[in-house]
């Protein structure tokens, strides 16, 4: 089993060596992240310059590989044959929650897409940190890192479904205080961006997409309400993006 | 109604034009487009860095603002009230298909996601000109303009569903071959890219993500079937990628 470790946050943040070391007991592992920070990036593939890929090293010493690709391209330039066969794709740990609408802004989320477009099962590993942490300690990844092993292991012994990527989100607890795992539908996110408007020492207006961080709707069965719950929410979420009602209703447009 | 046209390719792009044009028998336009070309780029929300605004003009002469954000930057900023309040907002005219997996890459699709998350109906316009069009000709976006606005105007007239995104491809070909449109499902594309490994003048090696153009399974009911028989196709997208088959077979995982 040869398991490629990935993230938006680059090669440097603490949830990818939390991960990368979570991984280490079920296979080979081989580190790929891009050399900067990507979060909410969105599904890119870089087709207008040629990348760059870097040996590196993690906190703990062992080697990784960094790119100036977007989180995409780590994915796109080892399966595409930089390293040998990889049979699974983590992606994260993303220190934040990805939830609702979050998944086709998140470059965590969209790297693991990016393995099963490929045809290689992709998992994206995020932890709600912002939840219950204060910005001055350190994010404690001991039980994201957990729940990453466990996940990881059930969809390599269940042979997780082909097409079908993993989103998995964590709440910010210890292992002791987790109250176990739910599947999921995608839920409900609630942005409060609102313009900020300001002007700069030559006069000029600027504009930063400001407001408050969002929320979600908890409705019972959502990411959103797992995590609320404290569980862990495992969402499967799927490639096809159309919307086979509103094709019935289309139906009736008379073209 | 107040229309708000985007794209991804730049504000100078002439599908924009031809999009803006196609749209000012419909209602009052603003145009709101990137300064310079993000195809591939995804569905980015800028929140790093302040953006700027700047008004230019159109090569009709017409106003339109650009700003230095993605391309769903510049759906949030006028939807967030830059501008007075907006109806619908249409992306495009891409100058490529926007077919099968490529929807999440897309910066033409993503940007009417962006809409349909503030709850602002959203379409997504691509010609499929790679198909039959030499790249030593200008690319002729009259038969596009005419598809804009016949949908955008079926769109409004029926009241499009809330939280569906319209992603509507134009076959390259004259009105007068046009055979109809298509409602469709999201196809299958086979992208075939490759490991593109180069030496540079100083001895060290870069990566293109090379390889061929990517094809599509030409199925019945399809995107990439409709295109390939001459149809109009539009597919409802939703914003819910949940897959709830697998959701099913999750449950017997067993956590």
């Not at 994206?124 to 940190?129: N, T």
């Not at 408050?212 to 797992?226: F, K, L, N, R, Y």
């Amino acid at each position: 089993m040869h398991i490629l470790v990935t993230n938006d946050d680059g090669v440097q943040a603490p949830g990818l060596l939390a991960l990368a070391q979570a991984m280490r007991p079920l296979g080979k592992v081989t580190v790929f992240a891009p050399d900067k920070n990507w979060s909410a990036s969105g599904h890119v593939k870089t087709l207008d310059r040629p990348l760059r890929v870097r040996e590196t090293t993690l906190a703990d010493g062992s080697p990784a590989f960094t790119s100036d690709g977007a989180p995409s391209d780590c994915v796109a330039l080892p399966l595409l044959g930089f390293v040998e066969k990889v049979d699974m794709v983590v992606s994260g740990v993303n220190p934040y929650s990805n939830i609702g609408h979050d998944v086709t802004y998140s470059g965590t989320v969209t790297a693991a897409m990016e393995a099963v477009i490929t045809g290689v099962p992709g998992i994206a590993f995020s932890l709600a940190s912002q939840d219950n942490h204060s910005p001055n300690t350190p994010t404690d990844y001991s039980c994201a890192a957990h729940v990453a092993r466990v996940v990881t292991e059930k969809a390599i012994h269940n042979r997780l479904t082909e097409g079908v990527v993993l989103n998995v989100n964590i709440p910010y607890v210890s292992i002791e205080e987790l109250k176990g795992y739910m599947i999921t539908r995608q839920g409900l996110r609630v942005y409060r961006d609102a313009l900020d408007k300001r002007i700069d020492p030559r006069g000029k207006p600027y504009y930063w997409i400001g407001g408050e961080a969002p929320t979600g709707i908890s409705e019972e069965g959502t990411d959103v309400g797992a995590l609320m719950a404290g569980y862990v929410s495992i969402t499967p979420l799927q490639l096809d993006l159309t919307n086979y009602k509103a094709m019935d209703v289309l139906k009736n447009w008379e073209f």
